[in-house]
């Protein structure tokens, strides 16, 4: 069985930067796309990114696009989003999911093996 466990978030100042894993243990890592997800508080979920299984396929969120890039490493079975000019609405907890499939818009109810989620927090 898939499990997953995120890792990376913290304290940051508008435009650093962070860089989130997403580990996988099992032995499906490499049949599943895996998407990120975030949620603010008050908030309903949102997806932010995904990836392919085999990694030849990305998709973003407009509201990330051109700041956030994802990256898989099948070999080390993890998952990675590189976060940039990071801004206080990015704040959030952010978990990542597997799927069978990578396509816009990320909905959560199609991932059905989550990780237990880092916070993110963007502020001076």
């Known amino acids: 069985q898939l499990q997953l466990v995120e890792s990376g978030g913290g304290l940051v100042q508008p435009g650093g930067s962070l860089r989130l894993s997403c580990a996988a243990s099992?032995?499906?890592?490499?049949?599943?796309?895996i998407g990120w997800f975030r949620q603010a508080p008050g908030k309903e979920r949102e997806g932010v990114s995904c990836v392919s299984a085999s990694g030849g396929t990305t998709n973003y969120v407009d509201s990330v696009k051109g700041r956030f890039t994802i990256s898989r490493d099948n070999a080390k079975a993890t998952v990675y989003l590189q976060m940039n000019s990071l801004k206080p609405e990015d704040t959030a907890v952010y978990s990542c999911?597997?799927?069978?499939?990578?396509?816009?818009?990320?909905?959560?109810?199609?991932?059905?093996?989550w990780g237990q989620g880092t916070q993110v927090t963007v502020a001076s």
């Open positions: 099992g032995f499906s890592f490499g049949y599943h796309s």
């Open positions: 999911a597997a799927d069978a499939l990578c396509r816009l818009p990320l909905r959560d109810n199609e991932y059905d093996t």
